[in-house]
């Protein structure tokens, strides 16, 4: 496993150092504790006479590694795995720290980092029994963003979803939060914006503003009715402007 330059580190690093020499069916007492200097004073190196091997401080702690405590072969192999699933852990945490994330983001994340699939997948489960994920949660969130902000179509937003790998069962329930009236407003004031960008008669202005429309995910019932709206819209205007200039004659 290989994180990022904060973790010097890893569980290659123990194996480099040789965990796997060390002597089976023998009882290896810690003979020295070194914190590590600069960005590596999260780590500690266990020594064990002429073994060493290296630990986060939480785990260092758990497993009481402290001089003169004594570890077989075995407990040490399954120190350096633990230690391994506390380091995803914590990269996974400031990977969140950045933002909201989906289980298969964090996953596709670790396993790029050559995490193993089981450690990834019994950090998911910790980090979703601590609530720090919850697909569910996103979706909304993300769905509820991208209509009122961002102004993109639940077309759109579905295929977005889909991408991060959330469910087809909770993208229904996000969606299907959003009423119609909403995407409705949403796709209105996009397409207002888009239509009085556009120079031209009113032909022009459909001819773009109606794929504009689409190409944001509405759907094409919406987009028709925006573009009739928007149509109707200038229209009245066109016949407002010519009773003022009649009545100015």
């Given at each position: 496993?290989?994180?990022?330059?904060?973790?010097?580190?890893?569980?290659?690093?123990?194996?480099?150092?040789?965990?796997?020499?060390?002597?089976?069916?023998?009882?290896?007492?810690?003979?020295?504790?070194?914190?590590?200097?600069?960005?590596?004073?999260?780590?500690?190196?266990?020594?064990?006479?002429?073994?060493?091997?290296?630990?986060?401080?939480?785990?260092?702690?758990?497993?009481?590694?402290?001089?003169?405590?004594?570890?077989?072969?075995?407990?040490?192999?399954?120190?350096?795995?633990?230690?391994?699933?506390?380091?995803?852990?914590?990269y996974a945490l400031r990977y969140l720290g950045q933002k909201p994330r989906t289980c298969q983001?964090?996953?596709?994340?670790?396993?790029?980092?050559?995490?193993?699939?089981?450690?990834?997948?019994?950090?998911?489960?910790?980090?979703?029994?601590?609530?720090?994920?919850?697909?569910?949660?996103?979706?909304?969130?993300?769905?509820?963003?991208?209509?009122?902000?961002?102004?993109?179509?639940?077309?759109?937003?579905?295929?977005?979803?889909?991408?991060?790998?959330?469910?087809?069962?909770?993208?229904?329930?996000?969606?299907?939060?959003?009423?119609?009236?909403?995407?409705?407003?949403?796709?209105?004031?996009?397409?207002?914006?888009?239509?009085?960008?556009?120079?031209?008669?009113?032909?022009?202005?459909?001819?773009?503003?109606?794929?504009?429309?689409?190409?944001?995910?509405?759907?094409?019932?919406?987009?028709?009715?925006?573009?009739?709206?928007?149509?109707?819209?200038?229209?009245?205007?066109?016949?407002?402007?010519?009773?003022?200039?009649?009545?100015?004659?």
């Amino acid at each position: 496993m290989q994180l990022d330059d904060k973790d010097e580190y890893t569980s290659e690093e123990n194996k480099e150092q040789g965990i796997s020499l060390f002597p089976d069916h023998e009882e290896l007492m810690i003979t020295r504790v070194e914190q590590g200097q600069g960005r590596k004073r999260g780590r500690y190196v266990i020594h064990f006479g002429p073994y060493s091997l290296s630990v986060l401080e939480d785990v260092m702690i758990k497993y009481n590694m402290f001089k003169g405590t004594s570890f077989v072969k075995k407990e040490l192999e399954d120190i350096v795995l633990a230690d391994e699933k506390q380091q995803a852990y914590v990269y996974a945490l400031r990977y969140l720290g950045q933002k909201p994330r989906t289980c298969q983001e964090i996953a596709r994340r670790l396993a790029q980092k050559d995490v193993a699939q089981i450690v990834v997948d019994e950090i998911l489960v910790r980090l979703q029994r601590e609530k720090l994920v919850d697909d569910d949660l996103y979706a909304r969130q993300w769905a509820r963003q991208r209509i009122t902000s961002q102004r993109k179509g639940k077309m759109w937003i579905r295929q977005e979803l889909r991408q991060k790998g959330i469910s087809k069962a909770s993208i229904g329930e996000a969606l299907g939060e959003i009423t119609d009236n909403e995407e409705w407003e949403s796709a209105l004031t996009v397409g207002r914006k888009k239509w009085n960008q556009v120079r031209g008669d009113i032909m022009d202005k459909k001819r773009k503003t109606f794929p504009f429309l689409m190409r944001r995910g509405y759907s094409g019932d919406i987009t028709r009715r925006v573009i009739n709206h928007l149509s109707a819209d200038e229209q009245d205007e066109a016949y407002d402007d010519g009773e003022l200039l009649h009545w100015e004659e």
